[in-house]
């Protein structure tokens, strides 16, 4: 059974960046379309960005646009999401989640997701 872990959230500076990695234990990531989402406290989590399991398709949410980055490396069965000139509003926890059918193009449907890494932006 696939499991995904997070890693890479810490305390950052406006204007900063940080760079998220999500793997797998136990299965491979390879195969799934993996979405990054976050929660901020009190509010609902929303989708910030994913990539297909080719990895020829992103996706990334309006507020993100421009300054994120989502990437794959099926050798390494890793995916990043690369996080640059960072808001105090990107504060939040951040999932790394997996599609819940192989060989997918989108984040749809979740099957899988990570146990979470703290991101906050603050100064």
């Known amino acids: 059974q696939l499991q995904l872990v997070e890693s890479g959230g810490g305390l950052v500076q406006p204007g900063g960046s940080l760079r998220l990695s999500c793997t797998a234990s136990?299965?491979?990531?390879?195969?799934?379309?993996i979405g990054w989402f976050r929660q901020a406290p009190g509010k609902e989590r929303e989708e910030v960005s994913c990539?297909?399991?080719?990895?020829?398709?992103?996706n990334f949410a309006e507020s993100v646009k421009g300054r994120f980055t989502i990437s794959r490396d099926h050798y390494k069965d890793t995916v990043w999401l690369q996080m640059d000139r960072l808001k105090p509003e990107d504060t939040a926890v951040y999932y790394c989640?997996?599609?819940?059918?192989?060989?997918?193009?989108?984040?749809?449907?979740?099957?899988?997701w990570g146990q979470g890494t703290q991101v906050t932006v603050s100064s």
């Open positions: 989640a997996a599609a819940s059918k192989v060989y997918t193009n989108d984040c749809n449907d979740i099957g899988t």
């Open positions: 136990r299965s491979a990531l390879r195969y799934y379309a």
């Open positions: 990539i297909s399991q080719g990895g020829g398709t992103k």
